[in-house]
């Protein structure tokens, strides 16, 4: 089974709407991390929790809320989603001695 | 500030050597990731240098030079699979967040 799971793995939706894409960890790992990637932008940080009780925004929030539910669950919402969300977005957590990163497979959404 | 460089894009032969270069400009510099991505797919780690010299797991090695802010991955007997996107990433500050750059797509030919 993978470490780190993410439903769903394609959504269309439309303006407007609230989604919630959500990731799973087996790893044990205390650190998550939700990026968004465009294509000629790379990944982009969106937020990020330490622990349970430590979240953290990233570079890009704005339009974005997450809710770390436990320490294998990181939540990511968008609350009125607009065009320009459309992106992939994948979830990672972290080895705490190595900072190596694990990603999940993504989630690919498009906001019409 | 913080700044990540590498090539946008590369080609090379089956069979043969490529060199991926990285520049690298963060404060409080911890240490450099290198990450494969196939196209539509996740990152995954391939490797990670902490200490200047050359790291060598299987074809692939990689090599760091703190004091100049570089590093390269090192792709040998490329094979067509090798055709992916290669991220540089560095991990700074106290927070120790990665700084990602934006990739270089490499096209393995036959």
């Known amino acids: 089974d993978a470490d780190v799971t993410q439903t769903p793995r394609n959504r269309i939706t439309k303006t407007g709407k609230r989604i919630m894409l959500e990731c799973s960890q087996t790893?044990?790992?205390?650190?998550m991390y939700w990026y968004r990637q465009d294509p000629g932008l790379g990944l982009r940080l969106i937020y990020y929790?330490?622990?349970?009780?430590?979240?953290n925004k990233g570079e890009i929030s704005d339009g974005y809320s997450v809710s770390r539910q436990a320490q294998a669950k990181f939540s990511l919402s968008l609350e009125s989603a607009i065009p320009n969300q459309t992106a992939l977005y994948f979830c990672?957590?972290?080895?705490?001695?190595?900072?190596?990163?694990?990603f999940g497979p993504g989630t690919r959404l498009l906001v019409l | 500030g913080q700044n990540i460089d590498q090539p946008t894009e590369m080609t090379a032969t089956e069979g043969a050597i490529v060199q991926i270069n990285c520049t690298y400009q963060?404060?409080?510099?911890?240490?450099l990731f290198w990450y494969q991505q196939h196209a539509g797919e996740a990152p995954t780690f391939l490797s990670y240098n902490v200490l200047d010299g050359l790291e060598e797991k299987g074809r692939f090695s990689s090599f760091l030079s703190r004091s100049k802010g570089y590093s390269y991955l090192l792709l040998k007997e490329l094979q067509m699979k090798d055709s992916a996107s290669y991220l540089c990433a560095a991990s700074g500050g106290n927070n120790r967040k990665l700084i990602w750059g934006l990739g270089t797509s490499l096209a393995v030919n036959p």
């Open positions: 990672a957590t972290s080895d705490p001695i190595t900072e190596t990163q694990y």
């Open positions: 790893k044990g790992h205390d650190r």
């Open positions: 929790s330490f622990d349970v009780k430590d979240i």
């Open positions: 963060t404060s409080g510099f911890n240490g």
